[in-house]
């Protein structure tokens, strides 16, 4: 989307994200993906929305008749309505139990290729109900701005249409734009629309992800954090997706799920008090390792597709990555058993990243074993190397021979190699065992058919090196400490990357006409040029500002002020013109005089000034020295503390600077007299 060329300033930056003003051009608006589409992704989103209705109405049945129960004195009634609720208590626990089942139908989002991968966890889109903001938009624009809101009806369309499309974006980059685009617009709306005295009376309705409670607040932030949450979970079915047998596939899918971290730890650094768990503090901790933990993989499974599986050092990287990947899947494990995650949780999520942990703890001795037993022995240049490489393989140093002859001899190799095939056993029958506790994975043939092979090559390769005359008791192998050779990166999102103009850019620049300023009613005000010229002193661009007002001349006898701001030359709108533009419209005006549109933002008189005029303007000391204040603004804090959703982002402010309430004092390098 290219910037415009004519009428609008420079882009704005706030937080990295590039907001321009002027009018759109040349640009097409992204759609989401077909609703109707039947696509085995586009059912469960079907089925997850139905579901959501669904809970959303046994919930409001549950607290009436809980209103109820408490309200009525009558016996019978209350043995009435305890009975309705233990029945819609049962069909509460019913649909919950069908979601998450649906939000563990992680075989959905995986790749269609043939190659045989474990399953990665994705995450379902929060869902939201669809949204009016035709009316109190309109409403706002006439109350605030003074302008007929009929006359933006195409702008609000506009808007409602590009939220209509981010509730189904494509599982690809053009989803992940619209849904960019859509958050980076909303920084428009918070600007033009959210003032902090006041709400919209909008109420911003979604879904949890994996509960379906269903939740709504008047803070544009929730619909900022829900926009946020399912931008880290479209990256999530995105890395899912991707086919892991190949090197592209496999840096696709890294970058996927660092970004998936990125959006979900920004969210949890920026939104506090969410109202909906899937968006809360340990919620957020929980899903950041739970990405982190996915690249690790997908990290290792770079590792056996570009290291030679034949060189010992190398099957030694293997082992530690596999223990690198155990130990992020077991801090993911802990992370899901703490209190206030546990019971939200699905219990498939928690089994499968159980399942995990045990099962690259297996993998990490499997190629212990096998570094040991099918490598030959170092030569003497090798050796050195590989006394290094040994030294911090394991976490205590296993017991028997020296390191050196441990090595070199293949008798003692293959001693250790065993004891390592015994503990991956071991830990494969663990991860099989903990797999057929879970119904829903025990459904996921995928994963079935990974740890049955594993387990198999392990058995395979004992028997292998199992000797009938083995009559030493094999050792406990001491665990691999876990070390890996790209650390996962939590990229945070990028803003600037989908560049947004602002659909009510008509109503005028930001640092004048935003919800947050307050201006008196628009005056007209129709001027003579004298001999001196009209007696006003121009500043600054988009609106030009009036900095001064010489006493006696013909714009104060005509009523203009200092700090009033010209919107309308001649009936010519001016809130975007440049200051050059403004002065040769006054510039082109004959002896019948101009009309000038002008506006004062409340606020902006300083009562001394006039009394200062006079002799500031005699001395031609001084400057006018002022901020233009553009940034995000807060949002506006609710009386409640159960619908406080606060955004924390510091606010920046631009270099541009206009007018900001200081008195005039003398003609600076870039003002003018008229």
């Known amino acids: 989307m290219m910037p415009p060329e004519e009428e609008s300033p420079d882009g704005d930056r706030d937080g990295g994200l590039v907001l321009l003003h002027g009018p759109k051009s040349g640009s097409t608006r992204k759609q989401g993906c077909d609703p109707f589409a039947q696509t085995q992704r586009s059912k469960l989103q079907h089925r997850r929305a139905r579901i959501n209705q669904q809970i959303n109405k046994e919930m409001r049945m549950r607290a009436g008749a809980e209103n109820l129960f408490r309200a009525t004195s009558n016996h019978k009634v209350k043995e009435t309505v305890a009975l309705e609720l233990s029945y819609v208590n049962s069909n509460l626990q019913l649909l919950k139990e069908e979601l998450e089942e649906l939000n563990s139908s992680v075989d959905v989002y995986q790749n269609e290729s043939e190659s045989i991968s474990v399953p990665m966890i994705p995450l379902g889109l929060k869902e939201t109900k669809e949204l009016d903001l035709l009316v109190p938009l309109k409403d706002f624009i006439s109350e605030h701005y003074g302008e007929e809101g009929v006359l933006y009806e195409k702008e609000i369309k506009e808007f409602m249409e590009l939220r209509q499309a981010m509730r189904t974006p494509s599982r690809n980059e053009a989803g ?154 077991s801090l993911v494990h802990q992370t899901m058993s703490q209190p206030h995650v546990k019971d939200y949780v699905p219990f498939s999520w928690t089994t499968m990243v159980q399942v995990k942990s045990e099962h690259f703890k297996a993998l990490s001795h499997y190629f212990a074993a096998i570094a040991l037993c099918d490598c030959p022995a170092p030569s003497d240049a090798e050796l050195l190397e590989q006394e290094k490489a040994f030294l911090q393989f394991h976490v205590t140093m296993p017991e028997g021979p020296s390191l050196r002859v441990l090595l070199q001899d293949p008798e003692e190799r293959r001693k250790l190699g065993k004891a390592h095939l015994k503990k991956a056993i071991m830990k494969h029958e663990e991860a099989m065992r903990i797999h057929g506790l879970c119904k829903i994975l025990r459904k996921m043939d995928i994963l079935q058919e990974v740890l049955s092979f594993a387990h198999k090559r392990s058995l395979s390769k004992y028997s292998e090196i199992d000797h009938e005359e083995d009559f030493f008791e094999t050792g406990e192998a001491p665990d691999i400490h876990p070390k890996t050779h790209q650390k996962p990166e939590i990229k945070s999102p990028n803003f600037s ?60 006898e005509a009523g ?93 402010r631009s270099k541009k600077s206009t007018y900001s309430g200081v008195p005039f004092t003398a003609v600076g390098d870039n003002e003018a007299m008229y």
């Open 560 to 652: 203009l002020k200092e700090g009033d701001y010209i919107i309308s030359v001649n009936g010519k709108d001016c809130k975007w013109s440049k200051h050059a533009e403004v002065v040769q419209l006054l510039k082109s005006t004959g002896k019948e005089g101009v009309d000038i549109g002008v506006i004062t933002l409340q606020g902006s008189e300083c009562p001394k000034a006039v009394d200062r005029k006079a002799a500031v303007m005699s001395s031609g000391s001084g400057m006018l020295k002022s901020n233009k204040e553009n940034s995000r603004k807060s949002l506006m804090n609710s009386k409640s503390a159960s619908t406080l959703l606060v955004w924390s982002k510091k606010s920046k």
């Open 176 to 329: 992940l734009e619209l849904l960019m685009e859509y958050y980076n617009q909303l920084y428009f709306l918070d600007s033009r629309f959210f003032p902090p005295t006041k709400t919209l009376g909008v109420f911003f309705h979604w879904y949890d992800s994996l509960t379906g409670v269903p939740s709504h607040q008047r803070a544009l932030a929730f619909e900022k954090g829900s926009v946020l949450f399912n931008l880290g979970a479209l990256h999530t079915q995105i890395g899912a997706r991707q086919d892991r047998a190949s090197l592209p596939g496999l840096n696709q899918a890294i970058d996927a799920f660092q970004k998936a971290a990125g959006a979900f730890n920004y969210l949890k650094e920026n939104f506090s008090n969410a109202p909906s768990l899937d968006m809360s503090a340990a919620s957020l901790t929980m899903l950041v390792r739970l990405m982190v933990a996915q690249v690790q993989e997908c990290v290792f499974e770079k590792m056996t597709l570009l290291r030679a599986q034949n060189d010992f050092l190398a099957r030694l990287q293997l082992a530690q990555e596999a223990a690198r990947v155990e130990d992020v899947y």
């Open 497 to 556: 990357q989908v560049k947004v103009t602002d659909l009510f850019h008509r109503l005028g620049p930001l640092s004048v006409f935003s919800a947050k300023n307050k201006w008196y009613p628009a005056r007209r005000v129709h001027l003579m040029r004298g001999e001196n010229g009209f007696g006003f002193t121009l500043r600054g661009d988009s609106p030009v500002l009036i900095a001064g007002v010489i006493p006696g001349g013909c714009a104060a």
